[in-house]
C-alpha cells in the first residue's frame, strides 16, 4: 500500500502518539451504551460483532506493527493471530466470517484486556527507536483503519438492535436538538452546473490517502450539473408514495429481482407504524423528519429514485471535481448527532461531506497505474475493486479527521445498512 | 395435555412449591460457569442461546399458571409474550427460532431479574387460594419442561462452545475421577433375550407423565435380544476405522446422502488430533475413552453401526417391555459427570437409564386412543410427531426425576447434538 | 431380496415369456400420446423424463437379467450403465438424479432402439436353457419394477405438464362417460368396525412380493374402525373452506411450516380459476367433480384434514387386516380412466384397491426379522425405510396385476404428485 | 431506443426484406445439427432452450413489429406472448425464466410453424405501405436481436451437450484444417503503445448501432499499449500450471470466493484425462490447442491471468481507442469454425474481432447524457448496466455483419460459457 506520509522526525513521532491515543480513546468511548451481549449481536453476515471490531482494530496494530517492530515478537494469544484476521490471506487463514457471532471467548472483557496491553507495547514503541518511518505510516494506516471500524460499530449495532422487536436505542439522549434547528424553509433544490473538461482527480499531497485514491490522472468530463444538496426524506417519501417499489421501469433490472426477493417498499429503517412513517435511529425509533437526507438506501435505491426524479447519480469523478476547493465541513461523528440532519438551505453546495455517504454511478476499479503492494497491506483494497460502487464524502459515522474529497469508500449495489444517501446529477 | 396427578391437598401444595424451588434452583447453579456472552450464542438453528431458555422457561409459568390464575394479570414485560414463546400458536405469534441469537435485549441481568420476578409471584400463589389441583398439574408440567430445556441448556452450550476453535470448557474440573473407574476389564457384550408375545406399553399409574406415553395399550413382539450394554467407543472405532463412513450398502439412503453432504466422517464432537482421536465435552479436549459409550451420534449413525455389527436398533416398545421391573438408577446430572461413563461391567441389562438416550427404530407417533388437548398445551408434544425418532432412557444431562420407562424423547434422524447413543438388538 | 416365486418349469417360462411381453408393450402404449420433447421434462428433482423411466427399466433387464445370464456380455451401450441406474451403488456410479433433465442424448428414439436390442436379446433368453429359476425370480422382480415405473411415467408427465400455463392434456379423451357415471346420490359415510386382537400381516403364499412384505408376522390391534369410502373432493373442498389451510392448530408441525414455504391453499392440481374450482388432470383441466375421491394430496394434507374431520389416519396394519378377504377389485390403469372415480355407493368397505393410494400413519419401516439381500437388489428397498410413509392399495394408475393386499407403497410427507388420498379411521 | 438508421426508400425497404430473409435462413441453419431433444435442454438459469430462443426472436419480430404495424392484429397464438417474453414488464409478465426447460408445449415443430407463419406475415409486411421508416428501424432491431441469439443458441447449446458425460458434438466435422493451419512458429507477444489523449468514442455514422453505444463522447485516456494479440491456451496452461487457481493473491476478492465455492481449477471446458488436456468444443472433446486463444473464461479468470502475467485488462475506451481505422476482419460465424483460431502471427494488432469476446476491466454503464427511450425497447440494454462487465470484439460464433468497434457486450464476473477470452493491457 502506498502511503503518502510526510517527514517521520520527532515533531512527527509525537503527532503519531497523540493521534494514537485519540483515536484508540474514541473506539472506548462508542462502547460505553453497549453490553457485553450487545457486543455478540451478528445480525447478518455482512456485519460483524462490536466485540469483533475491538479485537480486530487491536490485532491490526500487533500484526502489522508490533510483529514488524519487535524481533522475536510474542504475541498476546497466538489464537487471536487466526480469530481476528478479517481477511489478510498473506498473514494466514481466518475464522469465517459469518459464523463470528458464534464466538463467546474471548469475552468483552478479555478483548478489552487485549487491546489495553497491545496500547502498553505501542506505547513502548512509541518512546523507543524503533518507530521508523515507515513503521510510523503503518501505523497511520491503523489509526484510519480503525476509524473505518469505528464507523461500522456504529452501523453495524444499528443494524443488530434494528432485529429487536422492542427498538432498543444505542443511545437514548441524541439529537433532540437539531430535531428542531432553524432551516430555509423553502428548501428548493438548486442545480450546480460545471463545465466540460480535463479534469485532474485522485490524491495529491502530504497528508494521508490510501492506496485507492492514487495515482492521480486526468479524466475528460462533459458538462454536467449536481443538486446542489441531498435529497431529502420528503422527496424519497414522494417516490415511495408515487409507487416507486411497484414500478419496474425505474429499477435496474438486477435491483428489480432484488426488490422482488427481499420484498423492499421503504428504505431499511423506516417503519410504517399507526398509519405514521418512522425512522430507527440510533437513538431509537423518531418520527421521519422531512427535512432530513433520506439515509440507508441501497445503489439499487439511490439510482431508481434519481430515475424517477428525471435526474441521474454523479459519477465520482464529477464529485470530485465539484468539490475541488470545499472545506471539510459538515455532519460528522465528532457532532455527536449519528444522525443525518437537515440542509442548511444556503446557496451552492452544501452537505458535500458528512450527513451521508453519497453514492455514484462509478463502480469501484483501480486508477490507471494503481498496483496494489506485495505485502499483505496490498489486500487492503485492491481485491475489492470488482462489482461494488463508490460512495463519497463521508457521513454522520465518519470522522472529521478521516475523511478528503479523493476518499473512496465502497459497497455492493444492494447494501443499505450504512449512512448513504443521493445527491442527483444531470448531463446538459 | 392429559396429566396424570395425584391428590392436590396441602401437602401435595407443599411438595409442589418446594419442587418448584429445587428445580428452578437447578438452573440457576448450570448458569454459574457462563457469561453474558456465552449465554448470547445461537450456534445454529435447532438451538438455542442459553438466555433464552432462561427467559423462556420463566414465561412458561407466567403464560400457563400466573395468568390463568391471577384475574387480570399484569405480565411482567408484554413484549416478552413474543420473544419468549417457542411454538405455542394458540398462545400467540413467535418471534424466529433461527433469530433467537441476534436478540441482545433484555440482557441476561434483566432476564434473571424476570425469573426473580415470576418465582416470588409464584410464591405468592403457592401461599394463596388460588392454586387449584388443575394449576398444581400445569405448574408439574412447567417443572417438567423447565428440566427438559435443563438438559438442553447443557447440550446447547456444548455446541456453542464447539464453534470455538480454542475448545473452552463448560466446567474445567469434570469428572477426572470417572476416568479411572474400575470396571470389569473383559467388557464382552451380553445379549439378553425376551420372549414373544403382547406386552402392555405406555404410561399407568399415579405420578407425572407426558400425554404421549399415553394411552396405556398393547403391542404383540416376535422374540427378541436386545445387548446387555451401551456400544462404546471402542466398539465405534471399529465402525469408523473399518471405512463405515465411506460405505454406502451400510447406511439408509438419506443417511448416505447426509454423510455426503455434511462431509460427516466420525462422531460430531470427535476430533483427530495429532494422530489421535479426541472428543470435545463440557470439560473441554480429552482423549477419547474406549470404555465409555459412543455419544452424540445421530439416528443415521445408530441405525448404520447396528448395521455393520449384524444387529438392529430396538424399536421403542422392545426397550420398554425389556426395562419393566428395573429401577431408575445410572449416571444422571446429579452425578455432575456431565459425559457418559464405562459400563461397571456386570452380567444383565446395564445402563438402561442415564449416560445416553438410546435411539430406537420407532417413528415418533401417537398411541392408539391418544388426542392432543385442544388448548395451548395440546402443541406440547402432539404436533410433533412426524419424521422423528423416539430416544428412551434419559442421559448424564438428564434429571434422575424426570426419566421413566415409558419417557419417549425424539429427534430427527439426522439429529447429533444431544448425548445419543446406541443399544443393539436383534431378532431372535 | 427375497422373492417368493413358485416352481420354475417349462410352463413357468411360457409364462415368464408371455407376462414380459405384455408389461413392456404396456409401456410403448404410455408413451403413444407423447412427444420427444415431452419425455424430455423434468419438472422437479423428485420426478424424472419419461425418457429415462423408457431407458432405466430396460437397464434394469440388462442389468440384473442379461448380464448376469451370458457370460461376458456385451452391453448395448456402455455409457448406459452410468446413465441409466437409478440408486444402486452397488451396481456403480449414478449420474446426478437432479440432472436428468439435461440429456438430450441418446434421444428418445435411440432409447426406444435399445429396448428393442434389449427385448430382442431376452427373447433369445426365454428361448434358451439359460433361463433358471433365479433368473425367471428376477426378471419378475423387474416386471413389478416396470410396473411401478409405468406408475411414475403417469405421475410425472402429469407434473410436467401441469408447469406449463397452457395446461396441456397428456390424453385428451379421457373419461368423459366417468364424469356422468350413476352414484348413490347420498353418499353418507359409513364406519366399519374391527375388533381388537393378534393378526397377521405380512406377505405368504406362492405369487411374486417385494422383500418389505416380509416376513408375515404378528401385531396386536386395539378395537378401530375404517370409514367404508375414500374422503371425497367435497369433503376435502369443506375444509378448504373453513380456513383449513390456515389454521395451524389443523396441522402438524412439520406441515405447517411446509404449508407457509410452499404457500400452499389447496391440493397440487386444484386451480381457482374464474370463481371456480378445476382440477388438472391427465385429461387436462376439468370442473372439480364432488363425488370425486379427493387426490394428489400430501401426508401432511390427509393430516390435517383427517383431524379437521375428527378422525385420523388408519395404520397400515389396520388397513391390511381390514381387507383380508376382499378381492382385488377397482379402478385401475387398464379402465384408462386415468383418474379416480366416484365411489358406487354401496354398503361395507368400498374403493380399498385403486383410485388413490391410501396414506396410512406409518412410517415405512422393516417388519420383525427383515433383512435386505447382500447383493445390489438389496438396494431395492430397505435403504428407504427412513423418514417415508406407507401407502396402500393401488390406484388408477397402477396396474392390477401389480397391487395386493400387503403391497406397501412410500413416499415422504411433503410429496403429493401421485395420486395419493385419504380413507379416514377412528379408534373405538 | 435510438436507432440510427438511414433514409427508408423503396432501395432500403428492399435491403431490409433482403436481409431479414438472410438472417431468418441463418438461424435455420444453427438448427439442422440438433434433435427436438436437444432443443429442450436449459442446463443452467442462465441459458435457454433452443426452442426457446426460436420462438422468442419470433416473438420480437410479431410483438414489436406486427403488432404495431397491422390494426387489431391477431396474435398466433395469445399464450405465446407471455411463454416467449423475455424480459420486457413493459410488454406484460414473462414465463418464469429458470422454468423455461420445462416447458415441452409448443413443440419444436409448432414453434418453427409458428416461424414461418410470422415469416409469412412479415413478407407481407415488407410487400406492403405499412412498412415506414420507424417499422423498419425496428426491423433491423430485430434482425440484430436475432444476431445474439444465434451467438446464444452455439453457446447455450454448448452447454448444454457438455452437461452429457458421453460428450456429444454440435457438428462432427468441425475445423479439421483449422487445426493444422501454417503460423508464425514464434509467436511472441508484441505491445501496441498509444499516446495520452482526449478520446472519441461512441457510434457515429449512419448504420446500425445499439443505444447503448450512445451518445459519442470523449474520454481522457493515459499512455497505454496493448497485447498485439489474444492470450493463448499454452499461456493460461502456464498461469494454471503455476498453481493459478490456487493461489489467493491473484484474485479479485470475490472471484477467490467464487473459484473455491464452484471448485474451479481450469477454464470452463477443459478436461483433464488421462494425464492430457482436452478441450469440450462444438465439435466435440479435442486435444487443447496450445496456439489458440484460451476461451470461455470468465472475467476474474481473465482479471487473474493478467495479473499473474504483470499486466492488467484494458478500458474499454483503450480497446475502442485502439482499433480505429482497423477493418472488421476475422474468424466469425460464417467461417463455420465454431472455435477460436490460432493467431496468424503478423505483427501489429491482431484479433481485435472474431474469435473471442475480449473481456476489459470497464463496468457497463450509460454514456454520458444515455436515457433509454421510454417504450418497452428501452428495456433491451439500459436496465442491465450494473454489476456486469464490457466485452468487444464479438467472437467466432458472431454473424460478421453483427460487430464493430463501438459494440458493447456485456455479462457478469462469473459468466464464462460464452466464447470470451482475453487481451492484456499496460499503463505505460
Sequence with gaps: MAVHAGAAAEDAKGATSGRYRAVRAFTEKLLEPLSPEDCMVQSMPDASPVRWHIAHTTWFFETFVLAGAIPSYEPFDPAYLYLFNSYYNRVGDQFPRPQRGTQSRPSLAEVRAYRREVDARMEQLFASARLTPELASIVEIGLNHEQQHQELVLTDIRHALAQNPTWPAYQTDLDASSRHQEVNES????????????????????????????????????????????????????????????????????????????????????????????????????????????????????????????????TEFEWESACQGLSIEGNFVESDALHPQPNPGAKGLEQ?????????????????????????????????????????????????????????????????????????????
Tied chains: 1, 2, 3, 4.
Design 187 to 314: 428548501n428548493e433544490l438548486d442545480w450546480i452546473a460545471f463545465d466540460e473538461g480535463v479534469y485532474e482527480v485522485g490524491f495529491v499531497g502530504d497528508g494521508f490517502s490510501f492506496d485507492n485514491e492514487s495515482p492521480r490522472h486526468r479524466v475528460f468530463l462533459e458538462p454536467f450539473a449536481l443538486a446542489g444538496r441531498l435529497a431529502t426524506n420528503a422527496e424519497y417519501l414522494n417516490f415511495v408514495e408515487d409507487g416507486g417499489y411497484r414500478r419496474p421501469e425505474l429499477w435496474l433490472s438486477e435491483a428489480w429481482a432484488t426488490v422482488q426477493e427481499q420484498g423492499w417498499s421503504a428504505p431499511l429503517y423506516w417503519v410504517r407504524n399507526g398509519g405514521q412513517w418512522r425512522e430507527f435511529t440510533l437513538g431509537g425509533l423518531v418520527r421521519l423528519e422531512p427535512r432530513r437526507p433520506v439515509s440507508s438506501i441501497s445503489y439499487f435505491e439511490a439510482d431508481a429514485f434519481a430515475r424517477w426524479a428525471g435526474a441521474r447519480l454523479p
Design 352 to 428: 458535500m461531506f458528512g450527513d451521508v455517504w453519497e453514492w455514484t454511478s462509478s463502480s469501484y476499479g483501480p486508477y490507471p497505474g494503481f498496483r496494489a503492494s506485495d505485502d499483505a497491506l496490498g489486500e487492503y483494497n485492491g481485491k475489492f475493486m470488482c462489482n461494488q460502487y463508490v460512495l463519497r464524502g463521508g457521513s454522520c459515522a465518519t470522522s472529521e479527521s478521516h475523511i478528503r474529497a479523493t476518499y473512496r469508500n465502497f459497497f455492493p449495489a444492494s447494501a443499505r445498512w450504512q449512512f448513504s444517501g443521493v445527491r442527483m446529477a444531470r448531463t446538459i
